[in-house]
C-alpha cells in the first residue's frame, strides 16, 4: 500500500514539475522525467509533423526521431528557453533533412513519398480544404500561422524558432490569416463529388 502512495506521489509531482526541470532531471539520470515529456509532447509533435506532411505513418517515424535525437543531444541540454521551443527546433531541423532526402529521391530517382503533397484531389473534406489553402502560403507566412494556430507558440517562441524579430512575426502572421481567409473564401471548383451530386438531381 505504502509503494501504490509512493508511486501515486512520484507522478503527481512530475506531472506538476515544469519541463525545463524534468529535462534537467532526466539529464541527471531520471528516465521517468523523460517519460513524463514523451507523453507530454508525443501528441503535439506527431501533429506538428503530419501537419506538413501528407503520410501520417511518415509523420510517426519522424516524431519517433525528434525524440531520439533529444535523447542523443541530452547531455549538451543547457534550459535557455523553454523545452517546447528546444524539441520544436530540432523537430524542423529533422523535418529539412526529411525534405532534402525526399527531393533527392525525386530528382535522381523519380519517386516521391508525397512529402508535399495533400489529401486526394477529388476530396472535398473540409480538412482537406483547409490543408490545401495552406500550402498556397509562403513559406514563412504558412509556418508562422501553423506555429501560432496549431502549435500555440507565443510571438517570441516563433520569433526565436525562425530567426525573426517579434513584430515581424505579428505582421506576418495577420498577412497569412488574411489571405487563408481569401483563400477559403474561394469557389470549391467541381469535383467527382460534387459532378455526381449534380447527375442526381437531374435524374
Known sequence: MNDVLRSSDANESATLESDEQLMLAFVQGSTEAFGELFSRYKQPLFGFFQRRLADPSRAEELTQETFLAVLQASSRYE???????????????????????????????????????????????????????????????????????????????????????????????????MALRDLLATPVPNSPARDFTESEERI
Do not use: C, W
Open 79 to 177: 534550459p535557455r528557453a523553454l523545452f517546447r521551443t528546444y524539441l520544436y527546433a530540432i523537430g524542423f531541423v529533422i523535418l529539412r533533412a526529411y525534405r532534402r532526402k525526399a527531393m533527392f529521391r525525386a530528382v535522381f530517382f523519380g519517386s516521391s513519398d508525397g512529402a508535399h503533397e495533400p489529401a486526394a484531389k477529388g476530396s472535398i473534406d473540409s480538412d482537406y480544404l483547409v490543408r490545401d489553402a495552406v500550402s498556397k502560403l509562403e513559406r514563412t507566412d504558412r509556418e508562422i500561422l501553423l506555429l501560432r494556430e496549431f502549435e500555440q507558440l507565443s510571438y517570441s517562441e516563433i520569433a526565436e524558432l525562425l530567426s525573426l524579430p517579434i513584430n515581424t512575426v505579428r505582421s506576418r502572421l495577420f498577412r497569412a490569416r
